[in-house]
C-alpha cells in the first residue's frame, strides 16, 4: 500500500526534550486505565494469533501466557553455532497485522533479509505479545525500547535487556475529530472522549483535562471512531496515522505538531544473555547494510513516506 504523503503534507514535527519526553510516555505505557471500555472484541485476533503459534510450532496451544512464552521458545531458528531468540511482534492492527503484513512487519522482514539464519519473527496481539515476553525470560519484543518498559513499570532493572538500534522514529499525538477544536494541552476537554489503546494509561497523562478516556483493541478500530464521529479525539502515532487513515480513505484528522506526546527511535528490545548479545550486534549488522546500501531509503519511499523523516540512521 502506497501513501502518496510527506512529512510537509502531513505537518511539521517539533520535538519535545528527552526528559519531558521519557515523563510522558512512561506514564502513557504503566498499567490499563480503569475508564469506561468500548467493547471492541479482540477475540478473534487472539484465535488467530493462536493459530498462527500452533501451525509454527507444530504444538499443542499452551493454555497461559507463561506457559505460551516457554513453547514458543522452541520454534527459534538454530544451526550448530547460532541460536537466535524469538522475536514477539506487538500486533496492533493494520501496521503489523497477524498475518505478517503491515508497515512494522515489513521493516524487521527488510532488516533480517539477509541474516543467516533467518530469526524466527512472530506477531501476536499486543498485550499477548509483551506478556509472553515478560514471562518468557529469553526472548525479544519489537516495536519497543528498553526506557520505555521501564517507564511503563513494566521492567524493574533496564541493565537487564538489551535493544537494537532503531528502525523507526515515531511520534505521537492527539488527533481531532470533524468539528472539534484541535487538541492543546491547556483545552478543556469535559464532556469530550478521547479513544486510546487498550492498555495505555493516557488518563493519567491527561488528569485534570475533563476527558471520558475509552481503550480500544485494534488502530482501525480507533480510527472508525473518530471517522464516523462516535469519538472526539483519539491517541494516534505517526507515521502509523497516515496509513491507517488513508486505508479508510479518509483524512488525516487535525492535530496541534507542538503538542507532542512522544517522539523516539523504537526498535527490537531482548533479555540480556550472551546468546541475545551476539544476535543484537547481528541484527546491528543487518540493520546497517540495509541502510547503508539504500535499501531501506527505498522502503521508506515506497511506502510514501520521506526517508529523512522517519527512518534511523542507526547511530
Same mark, same amino acid.
Given at each position: 500500500?502506497?501513501?502518496?504523503?510527506?512529512?510537509?503534507?502531513?505537518?511539521?514535527?517539533?520535538?519535545?526534550?528527552?526528559?519531558?519526553?521519557?515523563?510522558?510516555?512512561?506514564?502513557?505505557?504503566?498499567?490499563?486505565?480503569?475508564?469506561?471500555?468500548?467493547?471492541?472484541?479482540?477475540?478473534?485476533?487472539?484465535?488467530?494469533?493462536?493459530?498462527?503459534?500452533?501451525?509454527?510450532?507444530?504444538?499443542?496451544?499452551?493454555?497461559?501466557?507463561?506457559?505460551?512464552?516457554?513453547?514458543?521458545?522452541?520454534?527459534?531458528?538454530?544451526?550448530?553455532?547460532?541460536?537466535?531468540?524469538?522475536?514477539?511482534?506487538?500486533?496492533?492492527?493494520? #501496521?503489523?497485522?497477524?498475518?505478517?503484513?503491515?508497515?512494522?512487519?515489513?521493516?524487521?522482514?527488510?532488516?533480517?533479509?539477509?541474516?543467516?539464519?533467518?530469526?524466527?519473527?512472530?506477531?501476536?496481539?499486543?498485550?499477548?505479545?509483551?506478556?509472553?515476553?515478560?514471562?518468557?525470560?529469553?526472548?525479544?519484543?519489537? %516495536?519497543?525500547?528498553?526506557? !520505555?518498559?521501564?517507564?511503563?513499570?513494566?521492567?524493574?532493572?533496564?541493565?537487564? $535487556?538489551?535493544?537494537?538500534?532503531?528502525?523507526?522514529?515515531?511520534?505521537?499525538?492527539?488527533?481531532?475529530?470533524?468539528?472539534? %477544536?484541535?487538541?492543546? %494541552?491547556?483545552?478543556?476537554?469535559?464532556?469530550?472522549?478521547?479513544?486510546?489503546?487498550?492498555?495505555?494509561?493516557?488518563?493519567?497523562?491527561?488528569?485534570?483535562?475533563?476527558?471520558? $478516556?475509552?481503550?480500544?483493541?485494534?488502530?482501525?478500530?480507533?480510527?472508525?471512531?473518530? !471517522?464516523?464521529?462516535?469519538?472526539?479525539?483519539?491517541?494516534? #502515532?505517526?507515521?502509523?496515522?497516515?496509513?491507517?487513515?488513508?486505508?479508510?480513505?479518509?483524512?488525516? %484528522?487535525?492535530?496541534?505538531?507542538?503538542?507532542?506526546? $512522544?517522539?523516539?527511535?523504537?526498535?527490537?528490545?531482548?533479555?540480556?544473555?550472551?546468546?541475545?548479545?551476539?544476535?543484537?550486534?547481528?541484527?546491528?549488522?543487518?540493520?546497517?547494510?540495509?541502510?547503508?546500501?539504500?535499501?531501506? #531509503?527505498?522502503?521508506?519511499?515506497?511506502?510514501?513516506?520521506?526517508?529523512?523523516? $522517519?527512518?534511523?540512521?542507526?547511530?
Amino acid at each position: 500500500m502506497t501513501v502518496p504523503r510527506t512529512i510537509a503534507q502531513i505537518r511539521p514535527w517539533v520535538r519535545l526534550s528527552a526528559a519531558a519526553t521519557m515523563g510522558i510516555v512512561g506514564m502513557m505505557l504503566t498499567a490499563s486505565v480503569q475508564a469506561h471500555k468500548i467493547e471492541l472484541d479482540a477475540r478473534s485476533q487472539d484465535r488467530q494469533g493462536l493459530a498462527e503459534h500452533n501451525e509454527a510450532s507444530q504444538d499443542k496451544a499452551p493454555q497461559n501466557e507463561a506457559t505460551q512464552g516457554q513453547d514458543v521458545q522452541r520454534v527459534a531458528a538454530k544451526t550448530t553455532d547460532v541460536s537466535y531468540p524469538v522475536i514477539y511482534g506487538n500486533s496492533w492492527g493494520l #501496521t503489523l497485522a497477524l498475518d505478517g503484513t503491515g508497515f512494522y512487519n515489513d521493516i524487521i522482514k527488510t532488516v533480517m533479509a539477509e541474516m543467516a539464519p533467518q530469526p524466527s519473527y512472530m506477531p501476536m496481539p499486543y498485550l499477548r505479545a509483551k506478556a509472553t515476553f515478560l514471562n518468557g525470560g529469553k526472548g525479544c519484543l519489537y %516495536p519497543s525500547t528498553r526506557s !520505555v518498559l521501564k517507564t511503563g513499570k513494566e521492567i524493574d532493572n533496564i541493565d537487564d $535487556f538489551i535493544e537494537s538500534v532503531p528502525f523507526v522514529m515515531a511520534r505521537v499525538f492527539i488527533l481531532a475529530g470533524e468539528g472539534r %477544536p484541535v487538541y492543546r %494541552p491547556t483545552l478543556d476537554l469535559t464532556g469530550r472522549t478521547v479513544v486510546h489503546a487498550r492498555g495505555s494509561a493516557i488518563a493519567n497523562a491527561m488528569e485534570g483535562s475533563g476527558a471520558t $478516556f475509552l481503550p480500544a483493541s485494534d488502530e482501525l478500530d480507533k480510527a472508525r471512531l473518530l !471517522v464516523l464521529g462516535r469519538a472526539d479525539y483519539i491517541v494516534a #502515532t505517526m507515521p502509523d496515522a497516515a496509513f491507517v487513515f488513508d486505508y479508510l480513505k479518509a483524512p488525516l %484528522p487535525a492535530f496541534d505538531p507542538e503538542s507532542e506526546f $512522544f517522539s523516539g527511535g523504537i526498535g527490537v528490545v531482548c533479555y540480556r544473555t550472551p546468546e541475545n548479545e551476539a544476535f543484537i550486534k547481528r541484527l546491528n549488522d543487518a540493520y546497517m547494510h540495509q541502510f547503508t546500501e539504500g535499501n531501506l #531509503t527505498k522502503f521508506y519511499e515506497n511506502v510514501g513516506l520521506r526517508a529523512e523523516d $522517519f527512518l534511523p540512521s542507526g547511530e
